[in-house]
């Protein structure tokens, strides 16, 4: 299992086991995480799921495929070094201790 933490946009802070091989998204659903809606059910077809991802971790995490990048420019927060649709991102040990920020909207 993975401990990953979400930082809601008024600061609250949410802490999630994840477990190994799910999206991110799909913990940030299992844990009602708000602002993480994913109308398409993790498709990379809505850009609802939007989080930002610190530096040292986005550059170790795969990288953002061309279809993700141009999701990204859909989203409803602006688009932030960092941002990252999080049905993208699979739960690995890599994500072990990670701060993922959801935005607020605009």
Do not use: K, W, Y
Not at 59 to 82: I, Y
């Amino acid at each position: 299992m993975t401990d990953v933490t979400f930082i809601l946009p008024d600061g609250t802070r949410r802490s999630c086991i994840a477990p190994e091989g799910l999206s991110l998204m799909e913990v940030a659903l299992q844990n009602s995480v708000s602002g993480i809606i994913a109308e398409c059910n993790g498709a990379a077809a809505c850009a609802t799921c939007h989080v930002i991802v610190d530096g040292s971790l986005a550059g170790s995490l795969d990288p953002v495929s061309e279809h993700e990048n141009d999701m990204l420019d859909f989203t409803a927060a602006a688009r932030e070094p960092g941002s990252r649709l999080s049905c993208q991102i699979r739960v690995d040990a890599r994500l072990d201790g990670a701060t993922i920020r959801v935005p607020a909207e605009t």
